[in-house]
């Protein structure tokens, strides 16, 4: 244990002396290997045997889990060093590993279970030194229990029978589940944080394991009682940690659940339920942090436990992600019949948590500044987990793709959905951060595209969504960019009736906007990037006209374009142009035959946008010829200029280089 400590901390580098405290480690494995009855001298000295061997033992366990994290963190050649000291031995340690945790398990037993001890004592521990073992067991269990359970998720249950002892796969598994379940049902003051949270770790280990999965997965009772067993560990530690860890063991029982295709016949009954359980603790995490969201009518005020105590940020952030993992699983476990109940649950905690997340901060609060720990029930905290949003409303895009894969028409499915929309669209517009206003209606925007047809398109949600567009194209530049962002996602992913609809009420606010940019030149960037969107949108809006109408919106279109050619955005919209008379070519012919003038605005901008790239050009390219007269003549390689023509055989335009390419200069 010394070397441990020594080499982690990094007190000493010598490579002779790490050396010898690594053979003096590795000499003391020698001991184990003698009977116990042969090293007991006296009485005094049998629990003193146990304790050495118990030290040994959980030196070695120590060791073992921190080469495994220095390798997860990338430090090769640290990593290296360590597996290199325990890979040689892990076989032999992993067989006394799990005889110390069988001896643990037994000497834990209650009083009225002592007459199935064993007489003779267990393999480090005599049958006249019970009482002065339990002690050294109570100190040292916790470390070798998490490098057990490291080794049979290293090696996932290769070997049938254990040397020592004696035990089969089965044997192994659900005795260190066991000791596992024991200390977490074990009074909240039995056990340090630190000793919950290696138990939590040792358990998740065990349920990493396809083996373990499929032992575990078939019995449904066994998987809701351990489930209750971390639903009561949250309830009763405030640590955070804990919860993590605790999320991380349910989401693997899920899985476990999942890829076993398990299904049976829940019906959402309190203590009989998977389901009901899941939801439970996922609850519990949840309003202990966020008791606004609570669905009841009792008084939405934080638990003093949780009042006083303030957890980081990051910490925080980890534990919601989490808890929304959970909740969005449930909806895809496999289930012998719907349960609606599920996803109505579901949106309820997913939308209450997105609307505590979209809390503006109080004026103190930006005063203030930002801290990288937060206080439990503080009004309005909510808005410092802003970049958890995106992960709510990935999880909320899932739920409804796991409803359409189940293919449910439920009505109250259907409503939920709707209702979900319109509660989102209430957050909205009680945003007032413009800097998180983007990440929220790109939630909303891909939950319209992902709900059904019958959802989407209800009328509270058709004049709410156009009138934060509509609003948001009147105001600043993020705004509108945000705006057109959603509103071209809308055009690209939704059904052609709710996309039609959309059309026929955002698109004069659209045009207002495209309009204005007539008067006023783009400039800056964003006034460029706006534009760009506009004539995405517009290409958009002309592939779902009727044909009889691309005359008209090329005739709303064409005349802006030419006025902003020569400004910053000259490339763009001379692009946009190019695009119409080659798609549309029946059309723009129509039109310049009946605006005659603008073909010669349209020709007069180009040459002059020609002759302005000409004096600005540097170097010029000259080309210098002498005649026989000794005359020489200068010539300078000049910018195309392009003229647009129309070809009267193939009925289109396009844009043609001049045929004067040279400018003779004597």
Known sequence: KQWYQRRVRGVSRDASDLKRIQQLLVSSLQ??????????????????????????????????????????????????????????HESYLSELWMSAIRDHALLSLPPSFATQLPPNGGTFYCADTIDSSRPHYRRMWPSILHAAAMWLNKHPFRQEMDKITDMTNEDRLFLTIGVVIEALCAPSSTHTTQTVCMCLEAFSQLLSSPWSQAKIAYNHTTCVEYVNVLHRTVLTRSNAQIHIHALKCLLLLQECRRTTGTSSDDRLEPGNSFLFANLEMAMCVLLRRFPEISPTDHPKTPISSYASTGEPITTMKELLKLSVDVVVGLVSLPTDNFYVEIPEAAFLLLTGLFSACAVNPTEEEKQGGSSDFVLHGTPSMGHKFFSVVPHISQGLCSVIKNMEIKDSNDRRWLTC??????????????????????????????????????????????????????????????????????????????????????????????????????????????????????????????????????????????PVLIALLGSTAHA?????????????????????????????????????????????????????TKTNDGIVSLKTLVPFIYLLVYNSTNNYFFFSRSEYNFLDLM
């Open 417 to 558: 959905v709707t209702t979900t929309l319109v509660t989102l669209l209430r957050t909205l517009d009680q945003q007032q951060d413009r800097a998180h206003l983007e990440s929220y209606v790109s939630t909303l925007t891909v939950l319209i595209c992902s709900a059904p047809p019958q959802a989407s398109n209800v009328q509270i949600v058709y004049d709410k969504v156009s009138e934060l567009f509509s609003k948001m194209l009147e105001g600043d530049l993020t705004s509108q960019l945000t705006s057109l962002r959603a509103f071209k996602t809308l055009l690209i992913s939704c059904d052609s009736v709710i996309r039609i609809r959309y059309i026929q009420s955002v698109s004069l606010a659209f045009f207002e906007l495209f309009f204005a940019y007539q008067k006023t030149s783009p400039v800056r960037e964003e006034e460029i990037a706006v534009l760009t969107e506009m004539l995405s949108i517009q290409r958009i809006l002309l592939s779902n006209c009727l044909p009889d109408t691309h005359i008209h919106m090329i005739r709303l279109i064409v």
């Open 572 to 624: 763009q919209c001379l692009a946009e142009i190019t695009y119409l008379t080659q798609t549309y070519p029946t059309e723009v012919r129509n039109m310049f035959v009946g605006q005659p003038l603008l073909k010669q605005q349209l020709e007069s901008k180009i040459r002059s946008s020609a002759a302005k790239a000409q004096a600005q050009a540097t170097p010029c390219i000259y080309i210098v």
């Open 31 to 88: 001991n184990l290997q003698t009977s116990t009855h042969e090293l007991i001298i006296s009485r005094y000295n049998e629990s003193t045997s146990t304790l050495l061997r118990l030290s040994v033992l959980q030196a070695w366990a120590e060791v073992y889990v921190k080469a495994h994290e220095i390798n997860a963190q990338d430090s090769a050649e640290e990593a290296l060093d360590l597996l290199s000291t325990v890979e040689a």
